[in-house]
């Protein structure tokens, strides 16, 4: 299983970056994918996930700016992230949930500048 994080970049604070975590197998074989960000220093923390059947959840500190999504066809899962912040900044993983095993996509980076 092979997943495939893209959509990092640099913006400024306010902007917006969509997120895509590129599956090699359904997307809706796995129990949850999810987000998760590591900044400097900073151990890697969820940020959003999404379940089979759709349920999400976010970190209190993207509620209202970061939506989690899925596209099944194209076997793909995005982070549409909004007002970004400075503290936003840190490099995203996507990982993919299907019990017991967990997979792990490469990071992207994202710099939100002030």
């Known amino acids: 299983v092979q997943l495939q994080a893209s959509g990092g970049g640099l913006v400024q604070a306010g902007g917006s970056l969509r997120l895509a975590c590129a599956a090699s197998?359904?997307?809706?074989?796995?129990?949850?994918v999810g987000w998760y960000r590591q900044a400097p220093g900073n151990q890697r923390e969820l940020v959003a996930a999404?379940?089979?059947?759709?349920?999400?959840n976010y970190a209190d500190s993207v509620k209202d700016r970061f939506t989690i999504s899925r596209d099944n066809a194209k076997n793909t899962v995005y982070l549409q992230m909004n007002s970004l912040k400075v503290e936003d900044t840190g490099v995203y993983y996507c990982?993919?949930?299907?019990?017991?095993?967990?997979?792990w996509g490469q990071g992207t980076l994202v710099t939100v500048s002030s």
């Open positions: 999404i379940t089979r059947v759709g349920n999400t």
């Open positions: 990982n993919g949930y299907m019990v017991p095993r967990s997979f």
């Open positions: 197998r359904s997307i809706s074989s796995f129990d949850a």
